[in-house]
């Protein structure tokens, strides 16, 4: 397990200002699906190469604040979770309203989903492909 | 006159000077580009989800393709955050020869890195130049591991080839013919009054900005922050002792000199880890399914990688998320491209080193 | 002989007065056609069968000096009024500083000013004469249209076209009579009627901008006319006499010179050379035939008309160096403005005041061949470039806006206007056509003179990005296939274009018979010696000659050989673009605000950075008036 | 038209595109061109322009996003012209074909004229490649119908 | 002037030079490739190039893309015409420019980014160019007191004695015309450009083959000109002009492409001042 301070909505922005004022780099942030309507978002930090990293739980309909207009690098990872996950994110600098790096035949939120993408081998993809 | 003197240009994806696909949104002015903001999604692929579909095991051929150019690092890193949530130690020898491999990566991804800006400058029989000292590491790749490109060497719990003394020497040999071309080349760059044009000023990031955009690897390093994975001494950088290259002025020039000096201190790693490398097994035997998240980090030739690996002891990990370097550096793109003239677009693009499938995966 | 004179000159007086009082628009429209053709039959007939034969008084008996000194206080009394009027001091001053010394030179001096022949015409004045005569007129036809569409269009009522066509037609009686003219004093009265026009059309739209701007060319132009009072009354100095004949055929030099720099800055501001240059930029605010008329054929042309006319006077002196000096920095320095103008209308301005330059500069380019070169340029100049402006006004008025960024593609909208519009710029920009070959034969004798030839080399250049730029982009097309609508357009509208086209066209295949039935004898009068060869479609001197057909053949070989293969089979595609249609779905929020993604579009490069028409204005200024200290100072030294 | 014939196999012009490969056969298709294996000895060249092309050399696979992007590509080449497929993403969709966001090998979108194989595929694969593709371009005729 | 004479000429004019431009071109590319450490493709390519362009399908945008292209050929032809004439070189300049003009148009004609930026570059390099290529002319008159071809060549010493600096002036016309690196700024010789191909980029086929020979008759001329200036020493001449192309060839392989910006003030800085140091001289010497 690695070490992550488990913060919530309201203290996320404070938090992110605290590292950032205090020469952290962020490094990324990561989503994954917890359960069927939970979300779990790890924002990581960087300083002389030691690691830190804040966990946020949320529920999947919930908007989340951007922390882009104080690390503006984050608008590339939180474009990319709202693409894979579908989750809602208010304030992002920079917006590519769910479409960084899906197209527009590309199935939605396809991180989302609990599910196994394989297909049966020989199995012709075009199609039924879409979420 | 507001409006008649702005262009709109769309700038790839299919585009000569970029072998890649990425899509500019260009608003210029005359020739200055006032406007620009990168699109990105032609080579999204979708990989982070092929744990789902692609066991612990066969999720190294996936993670190797996630960028054919630094593959190797790649696997690197997988096999190292593997390696770590299941408590396996692997062998002195294979720690080596994983840096040499990794090392011999990143002289390949610079130079042809170099090919690339000499070719987006105009400048073709540099981009020649390179590219043909490139290819002898492309043949000590083959030689060593069997591969030009993707080698897929790496394993969980070690390697899965050797370099016997004999294959040794005869890379020394030709790192030392290496050394010496590069030498010449590195010279005329260092110097050369075009390329001084187009590159000295062009792009500037400050410590701050470079911070502040999250950026990794050389172009971090070129704004004057040294910061360098292997210093963290993961595999065996801890027994060869070096320094990071830092160069101060954050712009193109920095970063390229950054790079070539990087390529010397590769030949000189690799050297060294020839000299100090231990006799021994390449690989011990891993058994089971791992448990638990992990976070591995490596650095590669444009940067530091992250791995998050979530794993619940089936033998699909539960979720893989790959922050590549490229991935951070793309930012730079908002920043610099804004207010460089238009002949700077594919030079300022090619100083960041895109690697579009390692950004979308 | 006499009565086409008399028709050519007087009949436009009374045709305006006419024209100001019909209220019927109908018949207005017949007088100002039948005016027309007769000016233009008149001009032909001078031109064909006499020169010199206006020996005497025109009107027998009367005597009209005293007429037109009268005319001459009337007009600075109303002048005088419109300065107090628009309470402007320092026009008062200069009109009180041109009213004053004229009334007592006429009248108090004592001075003899009977002159033997006030009428006088030769090649030059035939050339002016037919240049006014026809294009002139052919702005009256095409103001026609012009100004019924103008007027609706801004909603003006009542009418004032009565008004506009008085002045309009006014205006070419006193060019006419200006060129006839062999009195200084005379010429001064017509020239202040040219200017009082100018005045009263800049500003007939009676916007705060078109006050503004004919405030600026009265002022300017006053300036001229002090100059030219003094010039004229030290002319009378040195000479004792006001007759132009007599005065340019005394070969000046040292403080003699001085009446004539003094007419040559009066020249200078006419001609809206650099620093005057701010008039006739301005000048573009009022109606499209207005600018085509000040441009073209009339107001501008006169200074110019006045220095080829004074050449032999001062021919060989380094005041005559100074003069080309001067000329060639307008044209280059009017040539790299240009290039940082978008308006299609400032575009043609800056073209006009460059060529000016250069007909200046090549009149005072100490050679017979050179001369010929000026009087050239001035006729093809004429032509194309009042073309150019009927195009532009017809395009504004298609368009709605005289931007050359918003003709993109204009061949689609407008495929007449368009295809007109790039033959009036071809012809003032590509070689065989008459403009370029008159640059030729400019940079060919001022080749002697490298500083010169410096500059008019680099300023060509520049002609050739402006012009070139503005061809592409009219001509720009995805497909063939778009629709072109039909254009309609007003006969009266169409004629004076089609006319004017062809003209051009046809003056630049005829250039030979031109060139010796009309420039080379006016040459030979001044210099009796010409240099000049022109015959079978080439023109050639002793070191250089310039072959047409071969060029003709060859376009109409590469027009042939584009129609067959065109003919052909083709497959229409659309332009590169480098894949990016995939990406019209992505709309990208910055910072809240959408960010489209147009059309690709380019701009041209205007380099507004580092032309910079506001910053450089002044500094060009003041080498300018550098240029024309120089003058004085060796003419005084 | 012998001599014709000759030219168009002389004179091969190839345009690259990377449809979503892991940039392994890019840099091995890019090899190609520099000193060591040096194709324009055969009078290849690399233009970046689909108007100007022969033959038009696509690595990776297809995605949803830009199958329209190569179908435009395509389309703006002149007849006659053939298609490679370098790479085994390119020729079926190798190792991403179960990703969700691609559509499969390049077939799907193009007539692929020469399928190169190889993960990624060598420089010597890939010249051979061409040069079947060439064989292919010189029994192509200019379709002459359309106006 | 007999019939034969005039034969020979046209000959000369219409079938000769174009083929040693062809060759030059070949030979630049074999070169290129040797100093880049390649084999290299056959002297002959540019002719394969042409020969299959002319094969392929037609593809244009637009009618006027097609027209300005057979102009462009047209005055690049009728300029070589003019040269083994012996005809006014200024007015062979003039002609030349109505082609330069053309291929302007062509591509401006086209709504795309890549031609339009081409094209207006291309306008640039006009700009810093022509100048020069008058002033190299203005020069040669200075020394012979002629504009004709015939006259300059009728004279004894040959001009470079006296016209160094011009002669260095046309290293940069040459370099311009030939789009060559530093100057390769509206479409490069090369296929990677970041302007596509710049001014090319439309044109396909055909017409691309058209541009092609186009660009064979203008470097001819100019090699004509810059051997007049060794006339009568024409084999000095010829290997001169050959030298100043091997010269750009090496010039190109050893510099960047630059900017717009740069171009001109060095072609301004530079190019202008030696050619008004050698005309001021050969003015006060005369």
């Not at chain 3, 584009?562 to 480098?578: F, R, T």
Request: charged content about 15%; glycine content about 6%; proline content about 4%.
């Amino acid at each position: 397990m690695i070490e992550a301070k488990e913060i919530t909505l309201d203290n996320l922005l404070s938090e992110v200002k605290n590292y950032h004022d205090n020469g952290y780099r962020l490094v990324t942030t990561t989503c994954m699906e917890v359960d069927d309507d939970k979300l779990e978002i790890l924002y990581h930090f960087d300083k002389d190469f030691k690691l830190e990293n804040l966990r946020l739980t949320v529920d999947k309909n919930q908007t989340i604040p951007s922390i882009s207009s104080i690390y503006f690098c984050a608008v590339l990872s939180e474009n990319e979770m709202q693409d894979m996950f579908g989750l809602k994110i208010d304030g992002m600098v920079v917006d590519y309203g769910g479409k960084f790096l899906l197209g527009e035949d590309s199935p939605l939120s396809p991180m989302a989903h609990i599910q196994i993408v394989a297909k049966e081998q020989g199995e012709n993809k075009e199609g039924g492909n879409n979420a | 006159m507001p409006d008649s003197n702005i262009s709109f240009i769309p700038f790839g994806p299919q585009h000569p000077v970029l072998p890649e696909p990425i899509h500019l949104r260009l608003v210029v002015e005359n020739e200055k580009v006032v406007e620009a903001l990168p699109t990105v999604g032609y080579v999204h692929r979708g990989l982070e989800k092929m744990v789902e579909a692609k066991d612990v095991n066969q999720m190294i051929y996936v993670v190797e393709r996630i960028c054919g150019i630094c593959s190797c690092m790649h696997a690197m890193a997988y096999c190292q955050g593997i390696e770590e949530l299941m408590n396996v130690e692997i062998p002195e020898r294979a720690k080596y020869l994983r840096v040499i491999w990794a090392e011999l990566h990143r002289m390949h991804s610079h130079l042809l890195w170099l090919g690339l800006l000499a070719d987006s400058f105009g400048y073709e029989s540099l981009f020649m130049q390179t590219w043909r000292i490139r290819e002898r590491v492309m043949d000590i790749l083959d030689k060593t591991a069997g591969n030009r490109v993707i080698i897929s060497v790496n394993v969980i719990g070690g390697v899965r080839r050797d370099i016997d003394t004999e294959m040794q020497k005869w890379v020394l040999q030709s790192l030392d013919a290496i050394e010496k071309d590069l030498r010449e080349i590195y010279n005329v760059m260092k110097d050369d009054y075009t390329v001084k044009q187009r590159t000295v000023g062009v792009g500037v990031l400050s410590a701050d900005d470079a911070r502040e955009l999250g950026l990794v690897g050389p172009m971090l390093r070129a704004s004057g922050v040294a910061s360098d994975h292997r210093m963290t001494g993961y595999a065996a950088y801890k027994d060869l002792d070096f320094e990071p290259v830092v160069e101060t002025a954050g712009d193109s020039y920095a970063r390229m000199i950054v790079r070539m000096k990087e390529l010397f201190q590769s030949i000189d790693l690799i050297r060294k880890a020839f000299a100090r490398m231990p006799e021994g097994d390449i690989a011990v035997k891993v058994r089971g399914n791992p448990t638990g998240e992990v976070i591995s980090r490596v650095e590669q030739s444009r940067g530091e990688v992250l791995y998050y690996i979530k794993a619940d002891g089936t033998k699909n990990l539960s979720r893989l998320r790959v922050r590549t370097p490229t991935f951070a550096n793309i930012a730079a793109l908002f920043k610099i491209l804004p207010g460089c003239s238009l002949s700077d677009v594919p030079v300022l693009v090619l100083t960041i080193d895109p690697c579009i499938s390692c950004t979308e995966r | 002989m006499q009565i086409s004179l008399l028709l050519n000159v007087l009949l436009p007086f009374i045709s305006a007065v006419i024209v100001y009082f019909l209220k019927n628009e109908r018949m207005r429209n017949i007088v100002i056609i039948a005016t027309a053709l007769v000016v233009m039959a008149s001009s032909v007939v001078i031109a064909v069968y006499g020169y010199n034969t206006f020996a005497g008084h025109p009107l027998g008996n009367i005597n009209l000096d005293r007429w037109i000194a009268i005319g001459d206080l009337l007009l600075s009394l109303y002048i005088l009024y419109i300065s107090v009027s628009l309470k402007n001091a320092m026009l008062i001053l200069l009109t009180l500083l041109q009213l004053i010394p004229m009334f007592v030179f006429e009248n108090f001096s004592g001075a003899n000013l009977d002159v033997l022949h006030p009428i006088y015409a030769d090649h030059l004045s035939v050339i002016m004469n037919l240049i006014v005569s026809f294009v002139g007129t052919l702005i009256w036809i095409y103001a026609i249209s012009y100004m019924r569409e103008d007027e609706e269009h801004k909603g003006i009522r009542p009418s004032r076209q009565n008004r506009f066509f008085f002045i309009l037609l006014l205006f070419i009686g006193a060019m006419n009579a200006l060129i006839f003219s062999n009195d200084l004093i005379w010429v001064y009265f017509f020239w202040e009627i040219t200017t009082i026009s100018s005045f009263l059309l800049i500003g007939h739209d009676r916007t705060a901008e078109a006050k503004q701007s004919s405030t600026r060319a009265l002022l300017l132009n006053s300036i001229g006319g002090v100059m030219f009072v003094i010039g004229i009354i030290l002319g009378y100095h040195f000479f004792n006499t006001v007759d132009i004949q007599t005065l340019i055929s005394h070969r000046a030099s040292g403080m003699l010179l001085l009446p004539f720099a003094f007419l040559c800055l009066a020249a200078f501001t006419k001609s809206a050379q650099i620093p005057f240059q701010s008039w006739l930029l301005g000048a573009m605010v009022a109606p499209t035939p207005v600018s085509a008329l000040l441009h073209s054929s009339t107001m501008v042309k006169a200074g110019v008309y006045l220095i080829l006319r004074l050449v032999p006077a001062f021919y060989g002196s380094w005041l005559a160096g100074v003069i080309a000096i001067f000329g060639a920095f307008t044209f280059i320095t009017a040539s790299l403005m240009a290039i940082s103008q978008s308006n299609g209308k400032k575009i043609l301005a800056y073209s006009t005041i460059a060529n000016l330059g250069l007909i200046i500069s090549a009149a005072a380019i100490n050679s017979p061949v050179a001369v010929a070169a000026a009087i050239m340029l001035l006729i093809f100049h004429a032509i194309s470039k009042a073309l150019l402006f009927l195009c532009v006004g017809t395009i504004e008025h298609g368009i709605g806006s005289r931007d050359i960024e918003d003709m993109r593609g204009l061949i689609n909208k407008m495929p007449f206007t368009t295809l007109i519009t790039v033959i009036g710029l071809v012809t003032m920009l590509l070689p065989p056509f008459g403009v370029l070959l008159s640059k030729w034969l400019v940079i060919e004798t001022a080749a002697k003179n490298p500083l010169l030839v410096f500059m008019i080399a680099i300023g060509s250049a520049l002609t050739v990005v402006y012009y070139a730029r503005w061809i592409g982009i009219l001509l720009s097309r995805t497909s063939s296939k778009d629709v072109v609508q039909h254009e309609k357009r007003d006969p009266f509208v169409r004629i004076p274009l089609s006319v004017l086209a062809m003209l051009s066209i046809v003056i630049s295949v005829t250039v030979t018979s031109i060139f010796n039935g009309l420039i080379a004898p006016q040459v030979v009068e001044y210099f009796h010696r010409l240099g000049v060869i022109a015959q079978e479609g080439s023109i050639g001197t002793s070191y250089g000659g310039f072959s047409l057909w071969p060029v003709f053949l060859a376009l109409a070989l590469a027009l042939l050989g584009g129609y067959v293969v065109l003919k052909g089979s083709n497959q229409y595609a659309m332009p590169y673009a480098p894949g990016e249609s995939a990406q019209e779905y992505k709309v990208i929020k910055v910072a809240g605000k959408e960010t489209k993604m147009p059309k690709a579009k380019v701009s041209n490069y205007y380099f507004s950075d580092v032309i910079s028409e506001n910053r450089l204005t002044p500094w060009l200024d003041v080498a300018a008036a550098v240029l024309i200290v120089a003058m004085f100072g060796v003419v005084i030294l | 038209m012998g001599l014709l014939d000759k030219a168009r196999q002389r004179s091969p012009w190839l345009i690259h595109y990377d449809c979503g490969s892991c940039n392994g056969c890019d840099i091995e298709l890019l090899s190609c061109l520099t000193p060591l294996y040096d194709v324009e000895r055969f009078g290849i060249v690399n233009v970046g322009d689909p108007k100007q092309a022969d033959i038009l050399v696509v690595t990776g696979s297809v995605n949803q996003q830009n199958k329209s992007v190569l179908k435009n590509i395509y389309d703006q080449m002149p007849e006659p012209k053939v298609v490679v497929a370098v790479g085994v993403c390119a020729c079926t969709g190798g190792i991403f074909r179960d990703c969700y966001n691609v559509v499969g090998g390049i077939d799907k979108v193009l007539p692929v004229d020469v399928y190169v194989p190889g993960c990624p595929a060598r420089p010597e694969q890939i010249i051979d490649g061409i040069k079947l593709a060439i064989d292919k371009l010189a029994q192509k005729d200019v379709v002459k119908e359309e106006g | 002037m007999n019939v034969l004479n005039i034969v020979f000429r046209l000959l000369l004019a219409l079938v000769v030079f174009p083929i040693i431009g062809g060759l030059i071109v070949g030979l630049d590319r074999k070169l290129t490739a040797r100093l880049q450490g390649r084999y290299g493709p056959p002297i002959l390519q540019p002719f394969y190039d042409v020969l299959k362009l002319f094969s392929k399908q037609r593809i244009i945008v637009n009618e006027f893309q097609v027209i300005s292209v057979f102009i462009y050929l047209a005055s690049s032809v009728l300029s070589l015409v003019l040269f083994t004439f012996q005809s006014d070189l200024l007015m062979i300049i003039f002609v030349m420019s109505i082609g330069a003009v053309f291929l302007v148009v062509g591509a401006l004609s086209v709504k795309s980014a890549y031609s339009q930026v081409g094209a207006q570059r291309e306008l640039m390099q006009m700009l810093s160019y022509e100048p020069l290529l008058i002033l190299i002319i203005v020069g040669m008159y200075l020394m012979r007191g002629s504009f004709n071809i015939a006259v300059i060549m009728s004279q004894g010493r040959p001009l470079i004695e006296e016209l160094p600096l011009l002669f260095l002036v046309m290293v940069i016309v040459l370099g311009i015309k030939m789009r060559k690196s530093p100057f390769d700024l509206s479409a490069s010789e090369h296929a990677h450009q970041e302007l596509v191909r710049g001014l090319l980029t439309d044109y396909s086929g055909l017409y691309l083959g058209l541009i092609d020979i186009a660009h064979w008759f203008d470097l001819m001329l100019l090699l004509g000109i810059s051997t007049l200036f060794f006339y009568p020493h024409i084999v000095l001449g010829i290997i001169a002009s050959l030298f100043l192309v091997i010269l750009e060839i090496v010039i190109d392989n050893v510099t960047a492409r630059l900017t717009v910006k740069w171009m001109l003030t060095y072609s301004y800085g530079l190019g202008l001042v030696l050619a008004a140091i050698n005309i001021a001289v050969v003015y006060i010497l005369r």
